[in-house]
C-alpha cells in the first residue's frame, strides 16, 4: 500500500531546495532543482521520486568540448539548467552524455519556452517538444537514459505524433493539484526531509537548539 500524506507546493520546493544544497548543488542551481522537483510532482511525474533517486548525483558541474556536454554522471536536475540555455542562447543541436534521469530537461525547456522559442528533447525512445510554456511528451519508464539532445529553434514547433501526455492534460493534472493539494509518498518525503536538515548553518546557541528541526513551511 502507497501511503502519501498532504503537503503543500511551497514545503515541497523548501525541502527540495535544502536537499539539493545539502547535496552539494551549484549556487543557483539549488533553486533550479527544486523548481524542476515541483513541476514534475504537481503534474504526476514523479518530481519527489526523482530527486530522491539522485541525491548522489547533484555536486559537481559537466564539462563541454563544442557541441556536447559530458555530464559526468550528474541529474539532470543540476545539468539541464545550463545545457538548455546553452542551446538556446547559440542555437545548436547539443548532446548531453552520461546525464542522469534526463527527462527532468523538459521542466527547464517548458519554462524557457516563450515567446516562438520551442525545445525539442530525445532521450532513448522518449521525446517531448515544450513550447509557448507548455510541454507534450512521450516516454519511457523507467527513465533509464544516459544521453539527452536538444534541439532548439523558433516559429511553429515540431509535432509529436501520438503523444502519451498533451501539453492539455499536464495542465489539467497541475490545476488538479492546485484545487486538491499535493499528495506525497510519506516514505520518501522522509528521505528528502532528512537529505534537506542536512543543510549546514552558522554554530550559534540558536542553529544547535533547532538542528534537526523540520522544515518550516513558512520559510
Not at 17 to 36: H, S, V, Y
Not at 66 to 89: F, Y
Not at 130 to 156: F, H, N, W, Y
Request: overall charge negative.
Amino acid at each position: 500500500m502507497n501511503v502519501t500524506i498532504r503537503t503543500s507546493m511551497s514545503e515541497l520546493k523548501v525541502m527540495a531546495q535544502k536537499a539539493l544544497e545539502a547535496a552539494g548543488g551549484a549556487p543557483g542551481l539549488e533553486r533550479d532543482g527544486a523548481f524542476a522537483t515541483v513541476w514534475h510532482e504537481t503534474r504526476g511525474l514523479d518530481g519527489l521520486a526523482m530527486l530522491v533517486r539522485d541525491l548522489d548525483a547533484l555536486s559537481g558541474l559537466p564539462t563541454r568540448i563544442d557541441e556536447r556536454i559530458d555530464a559526468g554522471g550528474l541529474s539532470a536536475l543540476v545539468v539541464a539548467p545550463l545545457a538548455i540555455d546553452l542551446a538556446m542562447v547559440m542555437d545548436i543541436e547539443l548532446k548531453v552524455e552520461n546525464i542522469r534521469s534526463p527527462f527532468a530537461a523538459v521542466a527547464y525547456a517548458t519554462r524557457r519556452a516563450r515567446d516562438g522559442r520551442w525545445f525539442r528533447l530525445t532521450w532513448d525512445d522518449s521525446e517531448a517538444v515544450a513550447a509557448e510554456g507548455a510541454a507534450t511528451i512521450t516516454r519511457t519508464d523507467p527513465d533509464v537514459a544516459t544521453v539527452l539532445t536538444i534541439a532548439s529553434g523558433e516559429g511553429p514547433p515540431p509535432a509529436i505524433l501520438a503523444p502519451a501526455l498533451t501539453a492539455v492534460e499536464l495542465e489539467k493534472r497541475c490545476v488538479h493539484t492546485l484545487n486538491d493539494g499535493l499528495f506525497l509518498a510519506i516514505d520518501a518525503r522522509k528521505v528528502l526531509l532528512e537529505a534537506a536538515n542536512r543543510v549546514l548553518v552558522p554554530a550559534s546557541e540558536g542553529s544547535r537548539s533547532g538542528a534537526g528541526a523540520e522544515v518550516d513551511d513558512n520559510e
